[in-house]
């Protein structure tokens, strides 16, 4: 009962996200969440020491990055389990600071600047550059909820896009070459083992968020002006 009472808003939130999964309504969020895995993916390229050539993401909810160089092996690990550190990293944020509005226009940033360095497909890029303008916009011109709000629905949907992604890619269509069908090819092991691998650790790692970073009282107060 506690639980309900205390946490009541992400439990709406992330019963909307399911009930809506399979409508357009949330096609826009998960190609969010395909930008936050590639992102992943060029992140971890660049950390590693290599460059990125090229960054793409799809209306069919598919992306690709070209790079050059970098750790193989953590650039292919990086791209789900990134994405999912990425959307707890917002949701926590989210939750836990007052940093909403400089959080979500940062975001915006990165998408544009993303966009501007690497990105040269049309879809890709009215898709990062509008969504990241948008996130500016409502940062600068909305009310604060209004940010913390959206952080907590972008996280959310990574949190319950991820796993299933990592299920559907690497073990119901295990002969699709997704990210742990290369890491097979390169470093050995089968696609179902690395997808068994990352499905259990995103698993653990949103079960050790929501025990550990929800707090008593998660809901959101409205209240305050816009700018």
Not at 46 to 72: A, C, D, K, P
Not at 153 to 171: A, H
């Amino acid at each position: 009962m506690n639980v309900l009472k205390g946490h009541w808003q992400l439990i709406l939130i992330t019963a909307l996200v399911f009930l809506l999964w399979n409508t357009p309504v949330a096609v826009p969020l998960k190609i969010l969440v395909v930008f936050l895995h590639e992102l992943s993916h060029a992140v971890t390229i660049l950390m590693t020491g290599g460059s990125v050539e090229s960054f793409s993401i799809s209306s069919q909810q598919g992306g690709v990055v070209l790079g050059r160089g970098g750790n193989r092996f953590l650039s292919l690990s990086a791209g789900y389990l990134g994405s999912l550190a990425l959307g707890m990293a917002l949701l926590i944020l989210a939750l836990r600071t007052k940093a909403d509005r400089a959080v979500l226009a940062g975001f915006g940033g990165v998408m544009c600047l993303v966009a501007v360095l690497y990105i040269r497909d049309p879809f890709a890029l009215v898709f990062s550059i509008g969504t990241g303008a948008a996130m500016i916009a409502a940062a600068w011109y909305l009310r604060p909820d209004v940010s913390d709000l959206v952080l907590r629905v972008i996280g959310l949907t990574s949190m319950i896009y991820v796993p299933f992604d990592i299920f559907d890619d690497t073990i119901r269509r295990s002969g699709a070459r997704s990210d742990a069908f290369m890491l097979a090819e390169e470093f050995g092991g089968s696609t179902m083992l690395w997808g068994g691998i990352w499905l259990v650790l995103s698993c653990m790692a949103i079960a050790l968020c929501l025990r550990y970073w929800l707090g008593a009282d998660s809901n959101l107060h409205f209240r305050g002006s816009a700018r």
